[in-house]
């Protein structure tokens, strides 16, 4: 039994332990707001915190969580109330199809936790390696900036 | 008033917070995993079909042609392309066999267990050697040999581009079921209807015997055109078979092997001048690469010839163009539908214009571009809404394009500086909505339904797929009928619940269908006006005003159907007259920098203006431009896709590389708003125009850094070190 934090809850997970944890999470624990896109760790669609730092979910084995914490975009806001960053999404046109957006927040959340710098490059940096086919990134870029001022 | 406001993305909430289901997260009970078995040659003859015997196969459901109730094709335009393969295989990556397990992975171990025998028959990898056409048009206008006679200067060139990947986020995704006696298929699609109509010849059942409902869908782009039908077609076989449902959920690798792609072009230009650079003749070659089955390719062709001549008033035109079958996975279609193609040939030929004549290139197209009055190369006079000039000025000024033109000449004739810097140009026009009599023969049909309870719920059969497409719904009929946009919501696009109002393509569903929306909206306020006196100004009100208008009935709809304007018409045989209801049209800068030590082209800045009629939402509109422009520069600098004996052997995000946030540049975005007397609030097309000129003016930006011109797509290092071999 492979025992691991989800978004702030206790789970245990039985199956196999190289299971991906992206699997885990959106067979086993019925999360999925994380996305697959290639499966290969290149888009970044599936990308949670573990123990607040973005992984890619799908080249994660969950057995590699056990003890750890792993936060996924159900912890953030709700369509009622949406966190501060989901709402500079929303004014800024952050999101389109929308299947980026899950990794590209918890990438985003994860650099302006840890202070990381709120200028164009530093956030350009820190979202590369989440791939978005709609936006152009432009606007996803100035949605992290809002949402920096905003909390800062 | 909302029109012209940037309201929230109405699906914005639910996918910022990760409750959008996209299908392969909606929960189908007793769902089982459907896998598809390919053919590994390009072109053959099946001999055998053998299944391991060490394989528990009872445990499966398997599926081949013979299962097939009606008739195996995917019906679209022609009725060429087999919905599995029956005998004959004509391209890698063709569906043969199908299977469906309880559990994914063992649905995929069945699928290495099924051997399939070839005889292998000759294939035709390239285009230039196929003399199977599927499609060829000429548009002719003028005398173009007197033309040539008159030049003073004949200029040729030939242009080539590649293929590309739609490489949407979310792979195609289709589920099936049956439900008292309906055949159910939901999932990422673009054309309910089209899967509809597929459909039906598949399993010999009628329009209440199928419901096609799209799901959230992430991302489109074109590939989910045409390419769900076929998904549609195994899920559905599979589910039948099965007696439960089915899913069938691609990985990327499958996606990008098996489905459509941009057609590969080759494009040769002829081109007469005066001395001061007036355009005299245009004799133009098109030739496209279709892929083993015809699909879109007739109409991709269409428009790319359509668009070959470029947005220039030239009184001789000969465009001549052929799209060819090769045993490739068939092409088809994807943003900008043909048109960046022929308008990559036409924009970069001007810079091999501008060193002949010794004139540069933006006043070559001052000189030549269309102008309120000006008539195209299949006669058709453009009599409003030509806002091309203006978007040429405004991205001009902008980027100081012609400051930078010399500063950066000068830049790279220092030897020190280890770069080199070039700046290009390129402008075009875009055809908003189906093209000739296409939008009269769909003869769409959208509406608006009142319910009882004073609901107001938009009903059209175009699909949300990242574009904003509901939002501007809500925006444009709130407008038409002076009530808040939150008043309105918007039907899931369900072939049981809304009118077809056509495919999502075409950058049709603003200005076509947004106008239908706005026609229906303005019958329900007669309606209002007429019956209750006045529309309602409160909620409260407005369900006074639903139950006055109901009477007796759940719900009333107010549904129209398009109607084709009088004085626009087309001759199909003749490919002459209005070609477009109107144009949209763009102009864009690129600013780039090279390093001469490893050739990378680094994207400084990218400056476009715009003319899409009207901004229904600048935001999303914007949002379009810069993720159009986006896959654009992809295309130009990164982007293509590998085949070897006929399949592509770079499917994978890995080595198929898409810009990444780093990649792509800050843009400067100019919406010009010349009205469009048609379009809802002026509204013209914007989905498709962005994808068109990226691919020319970096071509363009790259001869400037580096002196000399790379006629094809995409300016890698690789070809940038071969361009400056000596």
């Not at chain 2, 699609?189 to 009628?206: E, G, H, S, T, W």
Request: contains cysteine.
């Amino acid at each position: 039994m492979i025992k691991l934090t989800v978004n702030g809850r206790k789970k245990t997970f039985g199956g196999a332990p190289f299971t991906r944890l992206i699997d885990a999470l959106r067979e086993d624990f019925a999360l999925t707001g994380t996305k697959e896109g290639c499966g290969e760790g290149e888009c970044g669609a599936c990308t949670v915190l573990l123990d607040g730092e973005p992984v890619n979910s799908c080249l994660i084995p969950v057995c590699q969580a056990e003890g750890r914490k792993v936060e996924t975009i159900e912890s953030m806001g709700s369509p009622e109330k949406l966190s501060k960053l989901q709402a500079g999404f929303l004014a800024c046109g952050g999101a389109q199809c929308g299947i980026c957006t899950p990794g590209m927040l918890m990438t985003a959340s994860a650099h302006i936790r840890t202070n990381g710098k709120c200028d164009d490059k530093s956030i350009r940096t820190a979202l590369s390696g989440n791939l978005c086919r709609c936006t152009g990134y432009q606007d996803i870029v100035k949605s992290v900036i809002k949402a920096a001022k905003d909390k800062r | 008033m909302s029109v012209g406001k940037n309201e929230p993305r109405r699906d914005g909430p639910a996918k910022l917070t990760g409750r959008a289901l996209y299908l392969d997260d909606v929960e189908i009970p007793g769902c089982w995993h459907g896998v598809t078995v390919r053919s590994s040659v390009a072109h053959g003859r099946i001999k055998s079909i053998t299944y391991d015997p060490a394989f528990d196969w009872a445990s499966c459901v398997v599926v081949t042609a013979k299962d097939i109730p009606g008739k195996n094709v995917v019906a679209l335009i022609e009725p060429d392309q087999p919905l599995l393969a029956d005998g004959i295989v004509r391209h890698r990556e063709e569906a043969v066999v199908l299977i469906a397990h309880r559990e994914r992975a063992t649905a995929y171990e069945a699928a290495k267990r099924v051997k399939i025998e070839y005889e292998p028959l000759p294939p035709i990898f390239d285009m230039g050697k196929s003399d199977k056409i599927f499609k060829s048009y000429m548009i002719s206008r003028g005398d173009v040999d007197a033309g040539f006679a008159a030049a003073h200067i004949v200029v040729e060139g030939e242009y080539s581009t590649p293929s590309q990947e739609q490489a949407y986020i979310e792979n195609n995704a289709i589920a099936a079921y049956e439900e008292d006696g309906i055949l159910v298929i939901t999932g990422s699609l673009q054309c309910p209807y089209y899967v509809l109509k597929a459909m039906k010849q598949i399993f010999n059942r009628d329009e209440t015997k199928i419901r096609i409902i799209q799901t959230v869908t992430g991302g489109g782009f074109g590939g989910k055109e045409e390419y769900p039908s076929m998904i549609a077609g195994h899920a559905a076989l599979l589910s039948l078979k099965a007696g439960r449902p089915v899913k069938i959920v691609y990985d990327r690798h499958e996606d990008m092997a098996a489905t459509t792609k941009r057609h590969p072009a080759v494009m040769r230009h002829r081109t007469g001048l005066t001395k001061d650079g007036k355009l005299v003749a245009q004799d133009i070659e098109v030739i496209m690469d279709g892929g083993a089955y015809a699909t879109l390719s007739a109409v991709v062709l269409s428009r790319g010839t359509l668009h070959a001549a470029g947005p220039y008033e030239c009184p001789n035109v000969r465009v001549r163009s052929k799209v060819v079958m090769t045993h490739t996975p068939p092409n088809g279609a994807f943003r900008g539908f043909g048109a960046p193609q022929t308008l990559f040939a036409v924009e970069l030929h001007w810079e091999k214009i501008a060193d002949a004549l010794k004139i540069d290139s933006l006043t070559l197209r001052r000189r030549n571009i269309f102008k309120l009055g000006s008539t195209t190369a299949t006669g058709q006079k453009l009599l409003e809404s030509v806002g091309v000039e203006e978007c040429l000025q405004k991205a001009v000024k902008n980027s100081k394009y012609e400051a930078k033109r010399i500063e950066y000449s000068r830049w790279n004739k220092n030897a020190k500086n280890k770069t080199w810097k070039g700046i290009g140009l390129a402008v075009c026009h875009h055809g908003a909505g189906f093209t000739g009599s296409g939008e009269v023969y769909l003869a769409s049909r959208a509406g608006i339904a009142l319910t009882r309870d004073g609901q107001l719920i938009v009903l059209a059969a175009s699909t949300e797929i990242g574009q904003g497409t509901n939002t501007m719904f809500a925006q444009v009929a709130s407008d038409a009928l002076g009530v808040p946009a939150s008043w309105f919501s918007v039907e899931t696009p369900d072939t049981h619940k809304v009118p077809d109002s056509g495919p999502t393509v075409a950058s049709r569903t603003c200005m076509v269908v947004g106008g239908l929306v706005s026609r229906a909206t303005k019958d329900l306020k007669a309606a209002f006006e007429a019956e209750y006196g006045r529309v309602p100004k409160t909620s409260a009100d407005l369900k006074k005003a639903a139950a006055a208008l109901c009477k007796d009935a759940a719900a009333r709809r107010f549904e129209v159907q398009y109607e084709k304007p009088p004085d626009v018409t087309w001759n199909d045989a003749s490919y002459q007259g209005d070609a477009y209801g109107v144009y949209s049209y763009a102009a864009l800068v690129a600013d780039l920098e090279i390093d001469k030590l490893t050739y990378e082209v680094r994207l400084n800045k990218v400056t476009t203006a715009q003319d899409i009629g009207k901004a229904i939402n600048p935001l999303l509109a914007e949002g379009q431009i810069i993720g159009g422009s986006t896959q654009g520069l992809g295309w130009a600098l990164l982007e293509e896709p590998i085949f070897k004996d006929g399949v592509m052997i770079n499917a994978q995000l890995t080595n198929y590389v898409i810009p990444t946030s780093l990649d792509t540049p800050p843009f400067d975005v100019i919406l010009v708003e010349k009205p469009y007397s048609r379009g809802p609030f002026g509204a013209k097309g914007v989905g498709e125009l962005p994808m068109d000129i990226p691919g020319p003016a970096v071509a363009a930006a790259v001869k400037h850094a580096i002196g000399r011109m790379i006629p094809t797509l995409p300016q890698t290092p690789e070809r940038i070190a071969k361009a400056l071999k000596p």
